[in-house]
């Protein structure tokens, strides 16, 4: 699986847009991206999944490129409560969905300010 | 929204001693799961369960940790002969592949410290 790059730590201010970026240089045809949240002392929770292009829920959006070696995850407006670890992850559509490994790296450390 | 139930938040035991913690996983979900976090590390996977049986471990996961589904709710991770370094924050999750999209849902964890 393609390895990623987040910036360890970034810091915005109340009511912001947050940009997220994470690098996967080596995405393989098959590889979705998937990015997680964290809170100290929980478990991960599922924010947003996909393959290209961009997706959007309730919570935040997803931009993924033409070229896929990258996506951007975005927060709208966000609040202290934003404050967390978010992880980008890659995983193998091609594995037999739930029966595959997610493989957490050390994320993005966001701290928003009043 | 379904949640995953892991018991108990908090435990603490002697190194030898045996710990089982429990999970309740969403009920409609097919694929359950055990991650560890320990303390200002990554989440580290552990084991998949499938349909009564292990579909993957990890290297982490050797003859001291066992996985079990005693009744159609429960999802155990027996850990016989605890060590110092098994201290961390053990996730259960659940999955469900008709909805790919949606993710992995986990539990809070349960903090097992070991003295």
């Known amino acids: 699986l393609a390895k990623t790059t987040q910036p360890i730590s970034m810091d915005s201010y109340e009511g912001q847009e947050v940009n997220i970026t994470c690098s996967h240089n080596?995405?393989?045809?098959?590889?979705?991206i998937t990015w997680y949240q964290q809170f100290p002392s929980q478990g991960p929770r599922f924010i947003i999944q996909g393959y290209k292009t961009k997706v959007t829920n309730e919570v935040a959006s997803l931009f993924i490129p033409a070229d896929r070696k990258s996506s951007t995850l975005s927060l709208p407006r966000v609040s202290l409560s934003d404050t967390a670890v978010y992880y980008c992850?890659?995983?193998?559509?091609?594995?037999?969905?739930?029966?595959?490994?997610?493989?957490f790296g050390t994320g993005t450390r966001l701290t928003i300010i009043p | 929204e379904p949640e995953v139930t892991q018991t108990p938040s908090h435990q603490v035991t002697q190194m030898g001693q045996e710990v089982i913690l429990r999970c309740v996983p969403i009920?409609?979900?097919?694929?359950f799961y055990w991650y560890r976090q320990i303390l200002g590390q990554k989440v580290e996977f552990l084991v998949s369960f499938y349909n009564n049986e292990i579909s993957e471990k990890s290297e982490i996961f050797d003859d001291q940790f066992s996985v079990e589904r005693p009744d159609g709710s429960n999802f155990t991770l027996k850990i016989r002969s605890t060590k110092l370094e098994d201290s961390a924050m053990y996730f259960c999750a659940s999955s469900d592949p008709a909805h790919w999209g949606y993710g992995y849902t986990f539990g809070s964890g349960t903090r097992l410290t070991v003295v």
């Open positions: 009920s409609n979900h097919l694929y």
């Open positions: 080596n995405i393989a045809t098959n590889d979705y």
């Open positions: 992850l890659v995983g193998d559509m091609l594995s037999n969905f739930g029966n595959e490994k997610l493989t």
